[in-house]
């Protein structure tokens, strides 16, 4: 043990940007709500027209959109592996069946944004309950399989037999009206045009109202009980916790986070900015499985891993695949662009094998060697395999 | 009046391996009881059966005179009746303070309680059960470490500290100086000795280390082979023929 941890956390006269400053407050609600809302004000804007970042990110107004309801969803399934260690490989229910639960209420019973905000997540919240009521029975592997198996279900009921209801292949694209009837979600222009749109600052709002309620979560007893159950869930109940009711609580959470970002994404990736789409590919099991991808590279059991994840991924896959380059020698192959997952691959494996608390743990151990010059060689000596055995840290929690 | 924990023609088997046969006995509140047996001979069954993590084939315990068969582990925890483990079964990841916290919650809380947007630092209940727990265990400077970066002794008291932070009235503790050096068995008696004398707590230990269970307990039960064999104070257990057969052997003279 280091003479550091020795050192109870005290305050000093450091000045007021010092790292004893960040440690109080880089976990409190009040700082973790700025930096999203800092986050949600930019991120549009630097994606698509801030000078040197837009080159290097190439993004454009609707992909800022879903990244959001992405990053929502990747919170949604970290609740679930990085928090409580179930490991959902269905999370596509929730992402497709809000959806089309937004779409038919948009549809058949009224056109107005909040009304299918609600729609959309009590759906999820319901199908997260009877979901649970099977799943909270199974473990590891099993409770994977069938997160999938329910997925899979739901993607071919939405594609034939449910056809009359949900047009099949050809998904349903409801419009909708304005926000509370005034405010319209179109274009912004004018001192606002940072923002892009009125979908954006809709977006955003459950943006960072949801990141807050994780943090206060994590906050919570809850947030210790998750991870006492994670790590020793013999333990857990031998102290006289339910572990049952905890796991059907954080599947509840995820359900109704997961339904928060499926109609998000719904809302978003319509024909206009007032219109909504969803197709049965929506709850395929590719998106189950590059949501795990995502939650992984960027660092499971954060705030932080989740989002990095789900940028850095959406981030490649808009960028390489639009690259026409191709390799002298062999035009064959076709251009570069179209082989970005396997860029993805590459660095999926790069940063999991040295680094198993993804980007995020990457990041953090580059600070800490900032901090503590000395530190950077052992950890990284640790974490790459070849250099040494470490213990496996993959569910570090920082 | 009646015992603390009462157990009646307690069995267990696993398909034809019969662990437990029909064990009746009585723990009386504020006792320090002691379980001895070879190795196989159903003292960890015992422990697991009256815990809850397993459940009997026949037979009733009674805790404060209720019958706890079939109730789940945590609602017998619920109940005051704490249980640790033979190896140091902690919260990994987490700070010492947070393993006991997470205990504390459990007490203080309920088996599950609904206020997942209540900040964890409102919890002043929480905090005085930690407070306390630190103290007496001895763990106060080590409290912000993360568990599994303890050394083993440590680890160990750690163990027992998560299940005092539950407030039990009784701990069955499952061979809790195993693997520790004699100064730190020392330390673990001292402590067990402490929780039975200042606090009242009724104690039922499982151990091998022979010095301890004579120094130690006001009675003890001999199990061989899933029997009940004996039960008695220490010098009468000493001198017990049957239990010098079964397992003493020439060992204690």
Do not use: C
């Amino acid at each position: 043990m280091s003479g550091e941890d020795l050192t109870p956390s005290v305050e000093t006269d450091a000045g007021l940007i010092s790292w004893e400053t960040w440690d109080r407050i880089k976990h409190t609600e009040r700082f973790i709500a700025g930096t999203a809302i800092v986050f949600v004000l930019t991120f549009s804007w630097a994606i698509t027209s801030a000078p040197v970042l837009s080159d290097i990110f190439q993004g454009y107004h609707r992909l800022a959109l879903s990244m959001l309801a992405w990053m929502l969803l990747g919170l949604s399934f970290n609740l679930l592996l990085g928090q409580t260690g179930l490991l959902s490989f269905g999370h596509a229910m929730f992402w497709g069946g809000s959806g089309y639960a937004a779409a038919l209420f948009a549809i058949h019973v009224h056109d107005a944004p909040l009304l299918i905000m609600v729609a959309g997540v009590s759906f999820s919240v319901v199908l997260g309950f009877l979901a649970a009521l099977v799943l909270l029975r199974l473990h590891g592997v099993y409770f994977a399989i069938v997160t999938l198996a329910i997925a899979q279900t739901l993607y071919r009921l939405a594609r034939e037999p449910l056809e009359p209801l949900t047009k099949g292949i050809n998904g349903l694209r409801p419009s909708f009206g304005p926000l509370l009837g005034v405010f319209e979600l179109g274009e912004y222009h004018g001192p606002l045009e940072f923002l892009g749109s009125g979908m954006y600052v809709f977006v955003g709002i459950f943006f960072v109202a949801t990141v807050v309620l994780i943090a206060r979560i994590r906050k919570s007893p809850y947030g210790l009980i998750f991870k006492a159950v994670q790590e020793n869930e013999t333990r857990a109940r031998a102290i006289g916790l339910n572990v049952w009711r905890y796991r059907f609580a954080a599947f509840m959470l995820s359900a109704f986070i997961g339904g928060l970002a499926g109609t998000l994404y719904f809302m978003v990736t319509g024909p206009g900015l007032s219109s909504g789409s969803v197709v049965p590919e929506r709850m395929l099991w590719t998106n189950s499985g590059n949501l795990v991808v995502m939650v992984v590279l960027g660092g499971l059991g954060t705030i932080a891993g989740p989002l990095i994840g789900v940028f850095f991924y959406q981030w490649m896959g808009n960028f390489f695949n639009g690259l026409e380059w191709t390799i002298p020698g062999l035009e064959i192959v076709g251009p570069v662009g179209q082989y970005w997952q396997l860029l993805v691959a590459l660095a999926f494996t790069t940063v999991v094998w040295t680094y198993p608390d993804g980007i995020w743990g990457m990041i953090t151990d580059f600070t800490g060697a900032l901090r503590d010059p000395r530190s950077l060689p052992e950890k990284t000596m640790e974490k790459i395999p070849w250099l040494g055995s470490g213990d496996d840290t993959r569910r570090g929690d920082r | 009046m009646m015992a603390l924990l009462e157990t009646e023609g307690l069995t267990k088997e696993f398909g034809g391996l019969r662990a437990l046969d029909s064990v009746d006995m009585a723990v009386e509140k504020g006792e320090l009881v002691s379980l001895i047996g070879p190795n196989g001979s159903g003292k960890s069954t015992l422990i697991n059966v009256i815990t809850g993590l397993l459940s009997p084939t026949d037979g009733h315990i009674h805790y404060r005179g209720q019958d706890i068969v079939g109730m789940s582990a945590h609602e017998i925890a619920q109940l005051g009746l704490s249980r640790t483990f033979q190896t140091a079964s902690i919260f990994p990841e987490r700070t010492v303070r947070e393993n006991l916290e997470i205990a504390a919650h459990a007490t203080e809380e309920g088996s599950f309680s609904v206020n997942f947007l209540r900040r964890r630092e409102d919890f002043d209940g929480v905090h005085a059960r930690t407070d306390d727990v630190l103290e007496v265990i001895e763990l106060e400077e080590e409290q912000d470490t993360t568990a599994e970066s303890l050394p083993y002794g440590d680890k160990r008291r750690l163990e027992v500290a998560i299940s005092l932070a539950t407030g039990p009235d009784m701990i069955l503790m499952d061979e809790p100086t195993a693997g520790m050096s004699p100064g730190e068995t020392d330390m673990t008696v001292e402590l067990i000795e402490g929780l039975q004398e200042d606090r009242g707590m009724t104690i039922f230990l499982v151990e091998h280390d022979m010095d301890v269970i004579f120094g130690v307990s006001d009675r003890i039960f001999v199990l061989n082979d899933g029997e009940l064999i004996a039960d008695g104070p220490p010098d009468e257990i000493r001198e017990d023929p049957v239990v010098r057969e079964a397992y003493l052997g020439g060992e204690v003279t």
